[in-house]
């Protein structure tokens, strides 16, 4: 009884998709305009490396600077996280601002950075993909990655945020939609 129903099963599904390559919900989208060619996406994902999108020479804080001064030097920047950097040029960490206010709230500032610092901070080098590092800073919940030279991992090269990948990601969706690679984005059919 259950093998002919598989081959029956197999047979008609071989069938209607010989006669209607997209599913019914495709379909629907296709008749509105909407191209949805599965991959594209990740593909402009994996077409973009860090090398990029990263960047260069961004504003670090030193590890002997206090928290107060790092707090000035964060309502000027407006940036959320920051890289530490010694006096050799060497990464240290990173702190995060929310951090900073937290710690200068209660005790009145007489933290240094490097009290407060993260030492286990997420690396990536220059030929990292934009996919790599989106994904790797959804599995540890961060929303920045230091890149660090391959040869020298001490020292810092750039700097990524997630709001860098994403608009690297639009870049690279618009550049396939202007030669012609898809038409409308996902999206669309929300209208």
């Known amino acids: 009884l ?3 129903l598989m081959i029956s099963v197999s047979s008609s599904y071989l069938l209607a998709s010989s006669i ?6 495709t379909e629907k989208l296709r008749r509105r305009g909407i191209n949805l060619r ?8 994996r077409s973009v490396k860090v090398r990029q999108i990263m960047t260069r020479n961004p504003v670090t804080l ?3 600077m206090t928290a107060d001064e ?13 890289p530490v950097v010694d006096s050799q040029g060497r990464i240290v960490g990173t702190v995060i601002a929310e951090v900073l206010e937290k710690r200068c709230d209660e005790t009145g500032c007489e933290y240094t950075v490097a009290d ?4 286990n901070f997420l690396v990536v080098d220059l030929e990292t993909t ?26 810092m090269l750039g700097f990524v945020t997630k709001t860098d990948v994403f608009r690297a990601y639009e870049a690279a969706i618009a550049a396939l939609r202007l030669e012609g690679s898809i038409q409308e984005c996902a999206p669309a059919f929300l209208d």
Do not use: C, Q, W
């Open 130 to 155: 934009m996919y790599e590092v989106l994904h790797k800073m959804m599995e540890r919940n961060e929303g920045h990655a230091v890149v660090l030279d391959s040869e020298d991992p001490t020292r």
């Open 2 to 4: 259950i093998l002919p």
């Open 62 to 64: 030193s590890p002997d």
């Open 70 to 82: 790092a707090l000035r030097m964060l309502t000027t920047t407006h940036h959320t996280k920051f």
């Open 116 to 119: 407060l610092m993260d030492k």
């Open 20 to 25: 209607m390559p997209e599913s019914i919900y």
């Open 38 to 45: 599965r991959g594209i996406y990740i593909d402009a994902l």
